[in-house]
């Protein structure tokens, strides 16, 4: 399962431009083909063979001289509460402030797998410094220099040194395991009970699952799945369900471990900032979609004009990826809830829909000669094969060419779509990749 390590401290101790430095390679990497935009607080980190998220959750705090105390002090307990590994990021600039040593307290008593981070330890002189540290009783401060990218190595080898063994996987069957993600008052908690109706309680007993399980399996109107994290939507008004941070980090983790996500919108609301970070943490992630327009009985015109404009509306948003499933539905009428659900199944099958090698040529190279990828300097590229890559989680499809480097993103995404014209891929991201034959 996905580890998460959040990044806490007070404003100014560098916690983004480490945050910067820790993902910058692979971000890089993911965003190029994603085409999706570069995410402030959220990224994606690969080392040694080991990938986990890193949260800035410092990033959603204001900056500003004043109150702070407070917000830290949340910031805090909801990495907490969210992460599995903490970076207390220090100063050895600045060194030990008040404000440091109420969060070093608060950590000491969570006992949260924890690394100290002294940063702007520039050069070695100021490593010496950084040994005041110590009075937090944390441990050893990790000297880094996010600036110069120093001591960085270093850092990585002891945030995965913190992860939890692997122990046994939990034993989940093959089934869709889905994720109800959404702003705060999107509807996520009323879909679930509309869902699960009055037995909400009905865990089924899998071994191997663990107690703080955050997959429950249901077998709802015919369809056994998997809700991701429901107890967690559930639990509602605990702290801080308003701060933005605290539904982003709550969403990663959903996301993360499902298959296929429902997102939630408002009808009665516009589509705002706060859901298209959510939808790119689901592009982000690869996962299947599934978009339900909720609160649809407060939708007075409900013609198929208005319908119509809600659908351009929300494509012209999310866009450029647009093959997803759109409903309206109400969660509270229980509008169209079954088909909420046999959707997110469609979706599932999609994303393990495998189109033989065969078919595939078969359609696409005519295609592609009718329509063949731009020359360039003279040189005809010329696309000579197509196969579907077994046993991966997106569904991938890897064109033979002889100058690969010269087929655009424009012309993948020319692939793409006659892909997507042919073949049922309706709800899931898929991936193409052009190499040498
Ligand atoms: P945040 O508020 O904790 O996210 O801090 P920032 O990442 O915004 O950094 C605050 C200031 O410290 C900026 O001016 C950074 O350029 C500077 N800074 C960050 N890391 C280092 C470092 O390793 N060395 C030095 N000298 N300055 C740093
Ligand atoms: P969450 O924060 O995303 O879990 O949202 P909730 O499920 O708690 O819903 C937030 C508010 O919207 C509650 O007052 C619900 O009763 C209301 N609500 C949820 N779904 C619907 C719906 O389909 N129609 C109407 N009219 N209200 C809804």
Redesign the pocket.
């Known amino acids: 399962m996905g580890n998460i390590v959040a990044i806490v401290?007070?404003?100014?101790?560098?916690?983004?431009?480490?945050?910067n430095r820790l993902t910058q390679t692979r971000q890089a990497i993911v965003d190029d083909e994603a085409g999706t935009t570069r995410d402030r607080n959220y990224g994606k980190v690969e080392w040694t063979g080991k990938k986990f998220s890193l949260i800035?959750t410092?990033?959603w705090v204001v900056?500003s001289d004043d109150i702070f105390e407070e917000e830290i002090n949340k910031q805090v307990h909801i990495a907490i509460e969210e992460a599995d590994v903490i970076l207390f990021?220090v100063?050895v600039?600045n060194g030990i402030t008040d404000l440091d040593t109420q969060v070093a307290q608060i950590l000491r008593r969570s006992k949260k797998p924890l690394v100290l981070v002294a940063?702007?330890?520039?050069n070695f002189d100021l490593h010496y410094s950084a040994a005041e540290f110590y009075a937090f009783g944390l441990g050893d401060p990790f000297c880094?220099?996010?600036?110069?990218g120093s001591g960085s190595g270093d850092l990585l080898d002891a945030i995965i040194a913190k992860f939890k063994e692997e122990k046994e996987e939990e034993v989940l069957e093959e089934l869709p395991r889905i994720a109800v993600i959404g702003r705060p008052n999107a509807g996520k908690s009323s879909l679930i009970n509309a869902f699960i109706g009055e037995d909400r309680h009905i865990v089924t007993d899998i071994a191997g699952t663990t107690r703080d399980s955050i997959f429950t399996k249901y077998n709802k109107f015919g369809l056994n799945f998997y809700l991701v994290d429901t107890a967690g939507i559930r639990k509602k008004g605990k702290v801080n369900e308003d701060l933005e941070y605290y539904s982003v980090i709550r969403s990663i983790k959903a996301i993360e471990n499902s298959d296929v996500c429902i997102l939630m919108l408002d009808a009665t609301r516009g589509i705002e900032s706060q859901d298209l970070n959510i939808f790119s943490l689901v592009q982000k992630n690869s996962k299947g979609l599934v978009v339900c327009v909720n609160k649809w009985d407060l939708v007075e015109d409900k013609s198929q004009k208005a319908i119509d404009t809600y659908l351009q509306a929300i494509r012209n948003r999310l866009a450029p990826f647009t093959d997803f499933p759109i409903l309206f539905i109400s969660a509270q009428t229980k509008q169209r809830i079954l088909k909420v659900l046999e959707t997110a199944k469609e979706v599932y099958d999609n994303r393990h829909t495998r189109i033989s090698t065969a078919k595939l040529n078969e359609l696409m190279l005519p295609l592609i000669e009718n329509y063949p990828p731009p020359a360039w300097k003279g040189k005809y590229i010329k696309i000579k094969y197509v196969t579907q890559l077994p046993n991966v989680h997106t569904p991938s499809f890897v064109f033979f060419a002889n100058l690969p480097q010269w087929v655009k993103e424009p012309y993948k995404r020319f692939l793409e779509n006659k892909i997507r014209e042919n073949f049922n891929f309706t709800g899931t991201p898929i991936n193409i990749f052009i190499r040498e034959k």
């Open positions: 401290g007070r404003p100014n101790v560098g916690k983004s431009t480490l945050f800035d410092g990033g900056n990021v100063d600039l940063n702007k330890a520039d880094v220099s996010a600036i110069n």
